[in-house]
Each structure stands twice: as structure tokens, then as C-alpha cells.
């Protein structure tokens, strides 16, 4: 089980070792969803309706985008951004995953309450994924250009776009978008910790599956968590992409049209003027996929990292005793 338990009957993860599970999941399943989230930031951008029925703009379907993109820009483009993306990623899950840890156990030692509530984990998740997101939201807007960028590529490496970016725009280019990620962190982290622990009570494995039955449940278990919460805060994740690449419009232009918002209200405004409540929602099905593969091999990882421990009895409840 993901968070602190005082009766697991496994060794309770250390915020340390929380954060190396987290980045390590975060790697992992990074390179395998880095094709969907460029095609899922390629739609969000988009001005133009995105319908295999009307096309309208540059990308119409995830196969016709696919195709599109790997033509103009060859099998690479897919993985553009990958290694600001990494570092987000590994980033991200230490911070967030150890940040988890240290909530629900201070919340199961400091409160009246039972650490491994789904309400407990709603809140303990999203103040844990705010914490990542302060912390991580300049990879997250450097992804995002790496990502919206076609060729000939504006930012030719890492350095180059710190570098210009800093240059051109100033330091809190790097932050921008960060209200509405915010705005939709809490409920999309909280979500994703409550959906998977109630998920998870559910379709808990019978005690003869033994550990690969509990790995395989976390890993239902977490990618349903992950389309649940995405589905939900979808909307701000688009608001904050369009933010993202303010400043940018350049490097787009031959994508189609271009727009400049000049806050979070603005862009709500502007986009449900122009493209309808439609537009909110730009990019939805590789958003959804990225997140059952990513979210699901995320939980998995978290819970194949638990080790086996002796337990011991202390105040009248079971206590996880130091692992030797």
C-alpha cells in the first residue's frame, strides 16, 4: 500500500526511499509515454478544431498526427523534450512520493486520524504534488516547448533554451502557467492517491495471490486512478500548456494559429469564445492513455519497492520496527 500503514506487514518506506522509488518509476515509465504526450501537447495547442470529421487544423487524429509528425519531423520528434521530461519526471516523483510519505505519517502520529483513509490520502496527495509542482515547474514549461517545437527547432538543447529564455523573457517565464497547475494539481494528485486507494481496497488480491497478485493490482488499480483524475481536471493541464508557450509564438506559427492570453481568466475566456466547451478538452485520448500507463507503472513501482520486515507491538497498535 502506497503511504505510511502502521500494520503493514512490510517495511513502511522512509521519505528516502519513497523518493527513489518515485523517480525511478517516473524514468521508467517517462520513455515509454513520451510519444503521447507530445502528441496530446501538439492537440492542446492547437486553435483549430481537432475532428477526424471536420479537419480543420494541421492534426485531426492521434494516427493522422502520428503519421504527420513522424514525415516532417522523422521517429525522434516523438521523444522531443525527453530529457527536460526525465528530469521532471524524477524530480516530480521523489519530491512527491516522499512528500506523501512524510504527511500520512505525520498525520497517523500527530492527528486522530487513520493514515490510510481515502480522505487522509486525497489531501496528503495534493499537498504532496503542489510541494512537486513549485519545485518542478520550469522542466515542466522547458518540456513543453521542446515539445510544441517542429522543424527547423527553435531551441537547438537544454542549455541553449535556459539560456534564451532567460535572456528574452526573464525568470518567470519559467513559471508560467503555474496558477492553473496549481488550481488543478490538488484535486488531480489528491484524486489519483484517493481513486487508488479505494480502487485498490476493492479489488485487493486474495492473501494466497502473494506478492504478484499485489503488484498486479497496483498497477490496475493506479492506471484507473490516473483516467479518473485526468478526466476530471482536464481543462487546467490545456490551460496550462496555452500559458506555457506565451512568448513563444514564433515557433508556432507554421503549426497554424496563434494566440496570446494574458492570464488564466483570459485563456478560459478566449478559448471558450473561440473553440467551444470542445476545446477544453483538446488532446483528451492520449491524455488518457499517458496517464493509465504512466499512473498505473508509477502505484506498480511504488509497491514492488516495499520489502519484507519483522513487526512489533507498541501502544496498543502494530508499528513497522527498523529493518535490519
Not at 29 to 40: F, G, Q
Not at 225 to 238: C, H, Q, R, V, W
Not at 253 to 272: E, K, P, S, T
Request: charged share 15%; with cysteine; glycine share 10%.
Amino acid at each position: 500500500m502506497v503511504g505510511y500503514d502502521p500494520g503493514a506487514q512490510d517495511a513502511a518506506l522512509s521519505p528516502e526511499e519513497a523518493a527513489l522509488a518515485g523517480s525511478a518509476a517516473g524514468m521508467v515509465t517517462r520513455a515509454l509515454i513520451s510519444p503521447l504526450d507530445v502528441l496530446k501537447i501538439r492537440f492542446q495547442l492547437q486553435i483549430e478544431r481537432v475532428s477526424p470529421q471536420r479537419p480543420e487544423g494541421k492534426y485531426w487524429g492521434i494516427f493522422q498526427a502520428s503519421r504527420c509528425i513522424h514525415s516532417e519531423e522523422g521517429l525522434s520528434a516523438f521523444w522531443k523534450g525527453h530529457i527536460p521530461a526525465q528530469l521532471l519526471s524524477i524530480c516530480f516523483g521523489a519530491v512527491q512520493f516522499a512528500s506523501f510519505e512524510f504527511l500520512t505519517e505525520m498525520v497517523h502520529n500527530m492527528t486522530p486520524y487513520d493514515s490510510q483513509t481515502a480522505g487522509v490520502h486525497f489531501v496528503c496527495g495534493g499537498l504532496a504534488a503542489c510541494s512537486a509542482t513549485v519545485v518542478c515547474q520550469p522542466l515542466d514549461t522547458l518540456r513543453t516547448r521542446f515539445a510544441a517545437q517542429g522543424e527547423p527547432k527553435v531551441y537547438s538543447n537544454l542549455r541553449h533554451a535556459v539560456s534564451t529564455m532567460y535572456r528574452s523573457e526573464g525568470v518567470l517565464t519559467f513559471y508560467r502557467g503555474l496558477a492553473p497547475t496549481l488550481t488543478a494539481v490538488f484535486p488531480y494528485a489528491g484524486l489519483q492517491f484517493f481513486t487508488y486507494n479505494v480502487l485498490k481496497k476493492l479489488f485487493a488480491p486474495p492473501p494466497t495471490a502473494g506478492k504478484s497478485g499485489g503488484n498486479l493490482s497496483s498497477l490496475v488499480c493506479g492506471s484507473g486512478a490516473g483516467i479518473i483524475s485526468k478526466a476530471i481536471t482536464y481543462p487546467f493541464d490545456l490551460f496550462k500548456k496555452r500559458l506555457q508557450v506565451g512568448g513563444f509564438e514564433a515557433a508556432r506559427a507554421r503549426f497554424g494559429q496563434v494566440r496570446n492570453y494574458r492570464g488564466l481568466v483570459d485563456c478560459m475566456v478566449q478559448i471558450a469564445k473561440e473553440e467551444g466547451v470542445r476545446g477544453f478538452f483538446k488532446g483528451l485520448s492520449p491524455s488518457l492513455l499517458k496517464a493509465a500507463v504512466s499512473t498505473g507503472f508509477t502505484f506498480f513501482g511504488m509497491s514492488s519497492s516495499s520489502m519484507p520486515c519483522v513487526t512489533s507491538r507498541r501502544d496498543g497498535e502494530q508499528k513497522a520496527s527498523p529493518k535490519t
